[in-house]
């Protein structure tokens, strides 16, 4: 899959197996935040940072909401891999 | 000054992952050492391995965020406090609880990783957790928030002396008064190609026994071949003599001296002037004089340099009565465990102390004459009462550090 060819869906089912496979957590319904499931702060960068390698370009991580929810993650990737 | 005492230990450990364990396996002089080997790695080595599942007492979102080593020193920790009888949760205490904990290397499984990722991925920037996990002081935070310690929570780091240390700076706190509980100890997990790679270079390794490498490391021996690395953690509760009657704890022993002292010589060669003043200010601290000692654990690593250099720091202090004070090195049985090895030798002293007997300097088959001590060569002495204990630890860097338990 190249990267502009990314569906939303795609880009939450990677979430989720980012999640899943460095942290073993299921993530909550993609509008809820992720800190409900437990995960910290620096968790949430790590799923970051597993979004750039697989795009393979940098996500602002800045322009996510305080509180973000998988949709914001998908949100971001897009807007990010419009740009590529 | 209040009186320090023990009522809780713990020991992750290559002879045993319990006190009841690393007795059984001093009583009968049974070796924890193995064969290490690691792919891509053309030598092997004797070392101290510890094997168990260590992830299963952390909820699985957390374990990015830690080192082999805080899982082996939570482990430890958590042993020691349920041994104790103290509630697991010690927020009551608030800041009259703390953690001391030595270490040699950190994290540094996590470090190494983070190096390979660096200089042969070529990654520039590494994941989120790669900081906390690598750090020296993660073990002593993890127990400190798995416990709710929230008074001094520290990390020494003097080389192969750093659990002493760090159980002597404890002692120190509970002592002046500004502490009840302390869990004090150490740990190390180093037992990574890199480390033992470095470690060869000092040519101080002993290479594997040709008939049997569980003998690989034999202290005070003729035929003695160097050091065998080895991993753990080993943790005790400490606590005012005050503190524990008042709750009726299980009292195990008074720690009642400390000594440290550097030899201000050389950066990794020992000198008997900082052994021999630690030794010394262990037994001052103690108000004892040296014949009252019933037994000494050595710090014995089994180098050629290192053994007759402890000995005769161990005669400077101990003047004539060295003749007749039973002295072993139980590292021939679980090799140098670093971070760890004080806590754990004073784990040894513990275990002597409460089931009267003499632990043996296994595979001392031929004692070296440039080590003239009252050896307990190959098999423990049994019926043996130990009113007071020594551990003597000697780190590179010149750090020593001595410890004394007296039965109660």
């Not at chain 1, 502009?4 to 509008?31: C, H, Q, V, Y």
């Not at chain 1, 960068?45 to 602002?60: A, K, R």
Request: aromatic content about 6%; proline content about 5%; charged content about 20%.
């Amino acid at each position: 899959m190249s990267a502009s060819t990314w569906s939303d869906d795609a880009i939450t089912a990677k979430i989720r197996e980012i999640a899943k496979t460095t942290f073993g957590m299921d993530l909550p319904d993609s509008n809820q935040p992720i800190k409900d499931s437990g995960l910290d702060s620096l968790a949430l960068i790590d799923i970051v940072m597993g979004l750039e390698e697989t795009f393979g370009c940098q996500l602002p991580l800045e322009r996510l909401p305080a509180n973000p929810t998988i949709n914001d993650f998908v949100t971001l990737a897009q807007s990010s891999l419009s740009k590529l | 000054m209040k009186e320090v005492v023990v009522t809780g230990l713990g020991i992750v450990s290559p002879i045993g992952q319990s006190a009841a364990e690393v007795l059984d396996h001093l009583l009968e002089v049974r070796s924890g050492i193995g064969l290490w080997s690691a792919a891509g790695h053309k030598k092997t080595f004797p070392a101290g391995l510890v094997t168990g599942d260590f992830d299963s007492a952390f909820e699985r979102k957390d374990l990015p965020y830690l080192d082999r080593l805080t899982k082996l020193g939570v482990a430890a920790a958590d042993q020691a406090l349920a041994d104790s009888g103290l509630p697991s949760n010690l927020a009551e205490l608030d800041l009259r609880a703390g953690v001391f904990a030595g270490t040699v290397c950190g994290g540094t499984d996590t470090q190494c990783q983070w190096l390979r990722d660096y200089s042969v991925e070529g990654k520039q920037t590494a994941r989120p957790f790669t900081i906390m996990a690598g750090m020296h002081n993660a073990p002593t935070a993890w127990i400190s928030i798995r416990h709710q310690i929230a008074g001094p929570v520290i990390t020494h780091t003097a080389a192969c002396a750093s659990s002493g240390a760090a159980i002597g700076e404890a002692m120190r706190w509970i002592r002046h008064g500004d502490l009840d509980v302390a869990i004090a100890g150490g740990g190390e997990a180093a037992l990574i190609p890199p480390f033992m790679g470095a470690w060869d270079g000092l040519r101080a390794l002993a290479p594997p026994d040709p008939d049997d490498v569980g003998r690989s490391c034999r202290p005070f021996s003729r035929n003695r071949s160097g050091l065998v690395l080895a991993e753990g953690a080993v943790f005790f509760v400490l606590e005012s003599a005050e503190h524990a009657l008042a709750r009726g704890a299980r009292i195990l022993a008074t720690l009642s001296g400390y000594g440290i002292a550097c030899d201000a010589y050389h950066v990794g060669a020992p000198h008997s002037r900082g052994q021999t003043a630690a030794v010394a200010a262990a037994l001052r601290d103690a108000g004892l004089q040296p014949a009252e000692l019933s037994y000494i654990n050595a710090h014995a690593t089994a180098t050629a340099t290192g053994d007759p250099v402890e000995v005769a720091s161990l005669r400077g202090a101990l003047g004539a009565a060295a003749d007749d004070i039973p002295v072993s090195s139980t590292k021939a049985q679980h090799g140098h465990m670093l971070g760890a090895a004080s806590a754990m030798e004073l784990a040894v002293c513990l275990l002597a102390m409460q089931h009267d007997f003499l632990p043996a300097t296994a595979f001392l088959d031929e004692i070296d004459p440039a080590c003239p001590l009252r050896h307990v060569p190959a098999v423990a002495e049994r019926d043996v009462q130990i009113r007071h204990t020594l551990s003597l630890s000697a780190g590179f860097g010149g750090t020593n550090v001595a410890l004394v338990l007296s039965k109660r």
